[in-house]
């Protein structure tokens, strides 16, 4: 049988089967009273879930694969095994759904830690979150965890957005329909600007209040402010934050949206001036990959002053701590560290104008104010997907950006809040447009500015640089959480506030508050779908705070595209930054027990403390603090097997003084790699031109970079300038830039 033209009810079966094993309704302790109740809403949820994954193909082939497991990657494997749940997989007919109930837990324990790992893992590790993610959404998580819904839209959204939608002046952009070419009715564009998170509005922003024709082109969809709690939104991430390294080993978290990641993510603002960042940006300068005229202490202060005004970021106090901050406070104190109180980018709890958002992103501190401007209005295109930059060449060989080449996408209008063609430029979804400007800024954040640099790339030679998506760092992040004898609430009053950075500089890693509702609390949890439930149950009891690694940069950590111009991430963690990593984890467990924690939960199901009859689908958790020297002994950071998040992407294109070890010169033009020179109008400005990590989370310091970048642009950056030749042959700097040989890093690969 194809799997392209499988049995549809077979894979029903299979996903029945896989939803009773990560719900056991039977086996949970509900009163009767509910249990059919219960049951009623799970049969929906079911129902739901498997509309979803019949539409994907990622979890149609997986299901199919459970179904049928000779279209399974790691089948020969599975044939070779005497393990028992295996030999009844491959004998039951339908594969998973006709596997006995009893043999289902036992065959992902033989998937998770068997001989046919990794593939087997990362499968199991898949199929895992999938489910647990959508079993514990709201309409289950809500009866069965006692919390309360949160509220994501306003009422009448529709409504709400035509009223409170900022009007604009005229548009001065037009679509020229014979030609596809957007153009502006006052002359050429001075500077067209690829993304608008913290990067992209402070730039468009600076550059319209100094007189410039400025476009700002957004992939995502602009969503009136207020209309919606836009944190963390699926529909405004990157892939439906769904997304993962290339191994599935640690989830990714990108906006993808006006505003980028201001947008969508919490706001926890950790200051530039902090020791942390100030530590890498000191040795940035040592090292002369940025240009230490512009980045003194003075300079830093003064861009993240306007920073502070312009956004209104505000320094938390003491009396706004809720139950789950005060575990990373206390537990700290505890340790003998400082815990420290963010500053944040959102209004004070029961201030905003909004009911449901109280952000204040560049969105609508930075983008909506200037392109409101009748004298000067910034152009915005949302919805607009940038496949290329265009190049034409220069008497001196070297070449200039003369614009993109980009497609229009369908918007998104499903609550009627979103802000759609506000140049009113008509043009048709789908269609391919070019728009031509003197300047291009790439600020689509670290993946998309890599995608378009390396789709660009595959066209112009001049910009092939090796060093493209190189070098990655991502900040991953272990949520520890505690289970305590007392209620915590977590969702009550502010969710993140506290932070401890006393490790941040050496050994490396900070600790901050964390929250989240039960679906995202259900994939921390290891074990069966049993003990899920048994911790979930308990939620308001449980408190969360994350380890977060300032990890090191290793070329083989890269952005690649796959065959349909997708980005691939692929990431593995160093021997050294695992030592330094759990170290970081077994001082989280004690931070936690000495807070009052009865029970510390590790999110993995590595064999922590190292027993003899281990089995992965059954969680361990922690009950004595003593037992945080086993965690560190013992947990390996095994991808799929312990879970790790990313929200901090970072420094895939490297800014420095060569294209042989940077993408980007130390005044943030793009490198020709043929003439060695800057290509003179082409700039990068995101996280992804940070040479190292940054040291902390890096919001704040892409505004303040962002805002001294603006300023060296209006006031003149100095002539194009040229790289020292190299001091070693061609092949031989290549292998040294790249890590790598010359056949690794070659086209294509």
Request: proline letters at 7%; one cysteine or more; glycine letters at 8%.
């Amino acid at each position: 049988m194809s799997v392209d033209t499988p049995d549809e009810q077979a894979i029903k079966k299979t996903h029945d089967a896989m939803f009773d094993t990560w719900f056991p309704l039977e086996q949970l302790e509900l009163p009767p009273t509910v249990k059919a109740e219960i049951a009623a809403i799970a049969a929906q949820v079911s129902a739901g879930m498997w509309a979803a994954f019949s539409g994907s193909d990622e979890m149609r082939k997986l299901l199919a694969g459970m179904t049928w497991p000779k279209y399974l990657p790691f089948y020969a494997c599975l044939e070779n095994s005497q393990n028992p749940a295996v030999k009844a997989f491959l004998a039951a007919e339908g594969g998973y759904g006709g596997l006995a109930a009893d043999q289902r837990e036992k065959l992902f324990s033989f998937l998770f830690d068997g001989p046919c790992a990794p593939a087997s893992t990362m499968v199991a590790m898949i199929l895992r979150e999938a489910y647990l993610s959508g079993i514990w959404d709201l309409p289950l998580a809500v009866p069965l965890t006692q919390i309360l819904p949160p509220t994501v839209f306003m009422p009448d959204t529709g409504i709400y957005s035509q009223l409170q939608a900022p009007t604009f002046p005229p548009g001065r952009l037009y679509y020229d329909a014979g030609s596809k070419t957007i153009r502006h009715k006052d002359g050429p564009i001075d500077y067209l600007v690829v993304g608008s998170g913290p990067g992209g509005a402070t730039v468009a922003y600076e550059l319209q209040k100094a007189g410039k024709r400025v476009v700002l082109i957004e992939k995502g969809p602009w969503v009136v402010w207020g209309s919606m709690d836009t944190r963390s939104y699926p529909k405004l991430m990157f892939k439906g934050d769904t997304a993962a390294t290339a191994d599935n080993g640690i989830i990714l978290r990108s906006g993808e949206t006006m505003g980028g990641g201001t947008t969508v993510n919490i706001d926890l603002a950790f200051s530039p001036l902090e020791a942390t960042i100030q530590a890498r940006v000191d040795e940035w300068k040592k090292e002369g990959l940025i240009d230490a005229r512009f980045y003194t202490q003075e300079d830093l202060a003064a861009a993240y002053q306007w920073v502070r005004e312009i956004i209104q970021t505000r320094q938390l106090s003491q009396h706004e701590l809720n139950q789950d901050n005060l575990v990373l406070w206390d537990g700290a104190e505890a340790l003998g560290v400082d815990p420290k109180l963010y500053h944040l980018n959102r209004y004070r709890v029961g201030f905003s104008p909004s009911p449901v958002d109280d952000k204040r992103d560049a969105a609508r501190q930075l983008i909506t104010p200037v392109a409101k401007d009748p004298a000067n209005p910034l152009s915005v295109i949302p919805d607009a997907i940038v496949d290329e930059v265009l190049f034409a060449p220069t008497s001196g060989h070297n070449v200039t950006a003369t614009g993109v080449v980009l497609t229009m996408q369908e918007p998104w209008t499903q609550f009627g809040n979103t802000i759609v063609d506000p140049s009113d430029l008509k043009i048709p979804d789908k269609t391919t447009v070019t728009c031509m400007a003197e300047n291009v800024i790439l600020a689509g954040g670290t993946i998309g500015t890599t995608q378009l640099l390396l789709k660009t790339a595959n066209k112009h030679p001049a910009v092939d640089n090796k060093q493209i998506g190189r070098g990655l760092i991502l900040h991953p992040s272990m949520p520890l959480v505690g289970v305590f004898d007392r209620q915590i609430n977590l969702l009550e009053g502010l969710d993140s506030a506290t932070f401890v950075d006393a490790f941040g500089v050496m050994p490396g890693f900070i600790y901050e508050t964390m929250g989240g509702l039960p679906a995202y609390g259900a994939l921390l949890i290891p074990g069966n779908g049993k003990q899920v439930y048994e911790i979930l149950s308990g939620f308001n009891m449980s408190a969360g705070f994350g380890v977060m690694l300032v990890d090191t940069s290793s070329p083989d950590n890269r952005i690649t595209l796959d065959d349909d111009g997708e980005p691939v991430l692929t990431y593995t963690l160093s021997e050294s930054d695992k030592d330094r990593f759990g170290t970081g984890v077994a001082l989280g467990v004690r931070m936690m027990f000495l807070a009052g924690a009865k029970t510390v939960i590790v999110p993995s199901n590595e064999n922590l403390l190292g027993e003899g009859d281990f089995d992965p689908m059954h969680g361990v958790f922690l009950t004595n603090i003593e037992q945080a020297d086993l965690v560190k002994k013992n947990l390996k950071f095994v991808p799929n097997r312990t879970m790790l998040t990313a929200a901090h992407i970072q420094a895939a294109n490297k800014i420095g003084p060569s294209p042989d070890k940077a993408v980007v010169s130390t005044r943030q033009r793009v490198w020709n790699v043929i003439t060695r020179e800057e290509v003179p109008n082409l700039y990068v400005m995101d996280s992804s031109i940070f040479p190292t990590s940054v040291g902390a989370n890096p919001m704040q310091s892409i505004y303040t970079f962002a805002k001294i970048f603006a300023e060296r642009l209006i006031h003149g950056i100095d002539n194009v300038r040229r790289a020292p030749p190299l001091a070693v042959p061609p092949a031989e700097a290549e292998y040294r830039a790249g890590d790598a040989p010359a056949a690794v890093v070659a086209p294509g690969d």
